[in-house]
Nanobody
Framework: QAQLVESGGGLVQNGGSLRLSCGAS?????????????VAWFRQAPGKEREGVSC????????YYRDSVKGRFTISRDNAKKTVYLQMNSLKPEDTAIYYC????????????????????WGQGTQVTVSS
């Protein structure tokens, strides 16, 4: 059962923008989901492994981006809404994938990258399609 909820995906042309949102279900909020640790965005394209895209640490808002999205994507957190966003600009066809948000209360984002196995609470994913 997904405990995070993503939204904001869709179809966009090459060079376009989308903003993804990640919130917690009512059940997950009772346990402090998105209040501790870190929140990350992953993506998975057909036939490819899930890869980490970006991460934000809740304690100090430190961030991580994979090289291919640096300068184009921005991760942020709205404390009042307990929502994490991924602003995606200058989208490319190779950004096409299902995007998932994930959180773990013990994680801290670093420059070492992201591994799906380090996160234990996930959303159901939202499809992002960039046409050429």
């Amino acid at each position: 059962q997904a405990q995070l909820v993503e939204s904001g995906g869709g179809l966009v042309q090459n060079g376009g923008s989308l903003r993804l949102s990640c919130g917690a279900s009512a059940f997950a909020r009772e346990y402090g989901a998105l209040d501790y640790g870190a929140v990350a965005w992953f993506r998975q394209a057909p036939g490819k492994e899930r890869e980490g895209v970006s991460c934000i640490s809740i304690s100090d808002l430190s961030t991580y981006y994979r090289d291919s999205v640096k300068g184009r994507f921005t991760i942020s957190r709205d404390n009042a809404k307990k929502t994490v966003y991924l602003q995606m600009n200058s989208l490319k066809p190779e950004d096409t994938a299902i995007y998932y948000c994930a959180t773990d209360s013990d994680y801290y984002c670093s420059a070492d990258g992201l591994a799906p196995g380090d996160f234990h609470t996930w959303g159901q994913g939202t499809q992002v399609t960039v046409s050429s």
